[in-house]
């Protein structure tokens, strides 16, 4: 039994040589008619709609891929898709459709014209599963959004990850920490007391140091070697209470007091907190401030710390000297301000990564300084960008909005 035609177009082709004039003129009509209702369908469609041919030409897309993609209606028809789609790999997809493929194949692209955009492409042939080439057609979902929100969910699973192991192992970390600092105070007071031996010793002390076989020479040598080890436990113990306390801080964030503030005013105080160390580092500071700038909505001490965490950055990536710029300006609804050096760099594979917890490119970092930067800006409802190249320099760039955000409402429409 023959399979019933599924279409107007399938009736019309079984009997298109028995109609005359007025049969053919309305067949057109009404594939004008059904032309038109599938453009206003595709055009109202969310994703993005687009056909090539054979060769990878573009030959029809909807209104989404002119803001997916930037394409313009007739300037763009016929031109390459790989010009709007570079990490297409078009090669493969055209073989795939010349050896009849599968239904659908599932892509994801990453673009950055007209914006950065993170897509899903699923493509199939035109032609169904039958060999040769006939074209593709795409369907393009922008999945921006909800990559955002997944960055978003693995991000609280970490700080709660985090949480549960402060609360395990902070306080049994600082109780020794607390001990230990005591024991080696306690330690250099008995040191101060061998360096510095009693002006007038009584004949029993003064009878054992005629007996002892170390001379005063050996004695002092011995001193100051125990000093040195003991400044080196010391600097150990400061390291890690100051790990223990940028860990309790990144997990146990308290929430911005926004009130209107200065942020020449913040980078100033902030110069001023480390003055004395970027003078020590012979580094020279430039400091490019906008006159005028509008006070902001900001924590002026939590923005501090969020200038103090990007400068010491900068400092350690220059070993050998260099220069701090640090600039601020207005724009986009909002004021920024960057921090630029002249140090390494960052590799490009270490970018995606040095925001992460614990993750550090410094010998002794514990890499929860830009963990924190990071909670801090995004609670101010602003954003973080960093551009760095190697053996260049590294700029870190903080926008943060002129006003509160406040619940968006949605307005009623009142119909007659």
């Keep these: 039994m023959p ?13 298109i040589g028995r109609l005359d004039a007025e049969g053919l003129q309305t067949v057109i009509q009404r594939l004008a008619r059904e032309r038109s209702f599938l453009e206003t369908l595709f055009d109202v469609i969310e994703d993005g709609v687009l056909v090539v041919d054979e060769k990878g030409r573009v030959i029809y897309f909807n209104q989404s891929v002119t803001s997916l993609l930037g394409l313009k209606h007739d300037a763009d028809e016929g031109q390459p898709i790989t010009r709007f789609l570079p990490g297409l790999d078009w090669k493969k997809l055209a073989r795939w459709d010349k050896s009849g493929g599968s239904q659908v194949r599932r892509l994801e692209l990453e673009v950055e014209w007209p914006r950065p955009r993170f897509l899903r492409l699923y493509t199939a042939p ?8 006939s074209g593709l057609a795409l369907i393009l979902h922008d999945a921006t959004e909800a990559r955002q929100q997944t960055f978003a969910a693995i991000e609280s699973e970490r700080m709660q990850a985090l949480t549960l192991l402060a609360a395990s192992v902070a306080h049994e970390i600082g109780n020794p920490l607390n001990a230990l600092h005591i024991h080696l105070q306690l330690m250099e007071r008995e040191l101060k007391k061998l ?19 170390r001379s005063d020479t050996d004695t002092a040598s011995t001193v100051e070697k125990l000093q040195s080890y003991l400044d080196v436990a010391k600097g150990e113990i400061t390291r890690l209470d100051y790990i223990v ?10 929430p911005p007091k926004l009130q209107p503030a200065s942020l020449n005013e913040a980078i100033r105080a902030s110069l001023d907190l480390l003055g004395p160390e970027l003078k020590n580092r012979h580094l020279h500071v430039e400091q490019k401030l906008a006159t005028s700038l509008p006070l902001a909505p900001m924590d002026a001490s939590q923005i501090q710390q969020v200038l103090v965490n990007l400068i010491k950055n900068a400092m350690q990536a220059m070993t050998k000297g260099g220069t701090l710029t640090l600039t601020t300006g207005e724009g986009a609804g909002g004021v920024w301000f960057s921090v630029n050096d002249t140090g390494g760099g960052i590799p490009q594979e270490q970018i995606n990564r040095i925001f992460e917890p614990f993750y ?11 963990m924190i930067v990071q909670r801090i800006v995004r609670e101010h409802g602003g954003r973080i960008e960093l551009e760095s190249r190697v053996d260049e320099g590294t700029q870190f760039r903080v926008w943060l909005p002129l006003h509160e955000r406040r619940p968006k409402l949605l307005e009623a429409k009142l119909h007659d």
């Design 3 to 15: 399979t019933p035609k599924s279409s107007f177009l399938d009736k019309v082709l079984g009997r």
């Design 126 to 133: 035109l032609d169904g599963e039958a060999t040769g080439a």
């Design 195 to 213: 360096r510095t031996p009693d002006a007038s010793p009584k004949p029993a002390r003064l009878t054992r140091y005629r007996q002892s076989r």
């Design 245 to 254: 306390s940028q860990f309790l801080q990144a997990i146990r964030p308290s």
């Design 360 to 370: 550090t490119t410094k010998e002794k970092g514990s890499g929860l300084g830009l």
